[in-house]
């Protein structure tokens, strides 16, 4: 590059630099305001929203992912084997216990122990005649027209006959209890499923004719860290029971309530560092279903008297979460807290940082800064109209700018 150019670039860069320094001296006096948003009594205050600081009783949550699981589950064999007469439920309908579900062919058994019972008379008939025999016996003996040998014969066969009654009497009770076996009936209360054999077919004591699931009560199990067990193991030997609600997957709203905590496990999972829990519901409305996953809200206490704010006016900053503070002044300040947990789904309970009657700012905060000149107002209040004279001074101010 000659001489010249590099002159020439010289000049011109310091032409650009006075005709800068001059724009900036000569800004209208509103611009030059509204690039020093330092100067806070030249603004007007900015409208927010406040709430005042409350002191409410506050539940204490464990909260885990949950499998429902049926209370009973009860796969239906039948105990003898035979060919399935017929079927006496619907699936997927609920069945009652004692009520019969299947019809095994019952004609061999009966037959069995229609056998049973024959052989218990012709023995019956036989220790007659055989007590007779020894009732004589005993009469001819002291005369001596009978030997000793003979009558302890005619005794002993009394005896045989006595046993040979009783093993005919449990043969009879043993046929008695096959033969019932070929009516299959539900153990208990409790929902059909699908069927596993159609009638007709011949079936074996390893055949499931239907698998049944008790839904009322129901249970719901759950996995919690260890380090919470203290806390839950002193909870429930507190007195009473802690109460558990079953949530959508979403925690968007309550799917069950009125749960239970029934058992918590002797171990710890080494493997994941987390102990089982098992809860019980009602589940009247069949709102829960076995295999379904929710999620688990478990109350183990409740905290009286905690402060609480909207869960809008926590900020997250650099050095961990803060509300903006409104002074007496009508400024704000940035306020250091410690959030302990959600409360419901707007609220969260404060540990330290505020005191009861402190109003926060809940809506706005994107505006404010240390020491900013606010409106305060309540929830829902908006800020008044502008009047007639304010709007034409903002007219004139604009229009003078303009001008400018």
Not at 38 to 50: A, I, L, N, R
Not at 75 to 82: D, E, L, N, T, Y
Not at 175 to 184: C, D, S
Not at 325 to 350: C, F, H, R, W, Y
Request: aromatic letters at 4%; charged letters at 20%.
């Amino acid at each position: 590059m000659s001489r010249f150019w590099k002159i020439a670039l010289v000049v011109v860069a310091v032409l650009v630099l006075l005709v800068v320094g001059l724009r900036l001296m000569h800004k209208p006096d509103g611009q030059a305001k509204a690039q020093d948003p330092g100067k806070e009594g030249q603004q007007p205050p900015v409208p927010v929203t406040v709430v005042p600081v409350a002191r409410q009783d506050v539940p204490v949550y464990l909260t885990a992912l949950g499998t429902v699981q049926a209370l009973n589950t009860v796969a239906i064999s039948p105990q003898v084997g035979g060919r399935l007469m017929s079927l006496a439920f619907t699936e997927g309908q609920p069945v009652k216990k004692g009520q019969v579900l299947a019809q095994i062919d019952p004609r061999s058994f009966q037959a069995t122990y229609d056998q049973a019972v024959a052989r218990l008379h012709q023995d019956q008939a036989q220790l007659a005649t055989a007590k007779a025999n020894y009732s004589r016996s005993q009469e001819l003996g002291p005369k001596g027209y009978i030997a000793k040998q003979d009558l302890d014969a005619l005794r002993n066969t009394v005896s045989q006959l006595e046993a040979t009654l009783a093993a005919d009497q449990a043969a009879i009770r043993d046929a008695e209890v096959q033969l019932g076996y070929t009516r299959v009936v539900s153990p208990i209360d409790g929902l059909a499923g699908i069927r596993g054999v159609d009638p007709g077919n011949v079936v074996t004591t390893t055949s499931t004719i239907v698998t049944l699931t008790q839904l009322h009560p129901i249970n719901v199990m759950f996995n919690l860290p260890e380090q919470n067990l203290d806390m839950v193991r002193q909870a429930a030997m507190g007195g009473g029971e802690l109460s558990v609600a079953a949530l959508d997957r979403g925690d968007a709203h309550v799917i069950a309530g009125g749960g239970v905590l029934k058992v918590i496990d002797n171990q710890i999972d080494a493997s994941t560092g987390t102990f089982r829990l098992k809860s019980e519901f009602p589940n009247q409305k069949n709102e829960l279903w076995p295999g379904q996953f929710v999620n688990v809200r478990l109350k183990v206490r409740t905290v009286g008297g905690g402060l609480v704010i909207p869960a809008q006016a926590v900020q997250r900053g650099p050095d961990g979460d803060y509300v903006y503070l409104l002074q007496p002044d009508n400024t704000v300040k940035m306020q250091p807290v410690q959030v302990a947990q959600e409360v419901g789904d707007s609220a969260v309970m404060i540990t330290s940082g505020l005191s009861q009657g402190q109003k926060v700012v809940t809506e706005g905060q994107f505006r404010l800064k240390p020491g900013s000149k606010v409106n305060p107002l309540k929830p829902g209040e908006v800020p008044p109209a502008p009047t007639k004279e304010e709007l034409e001074k903002a007219k004139k101010g604009g229009g003078a700018r303009r001008g400018h």
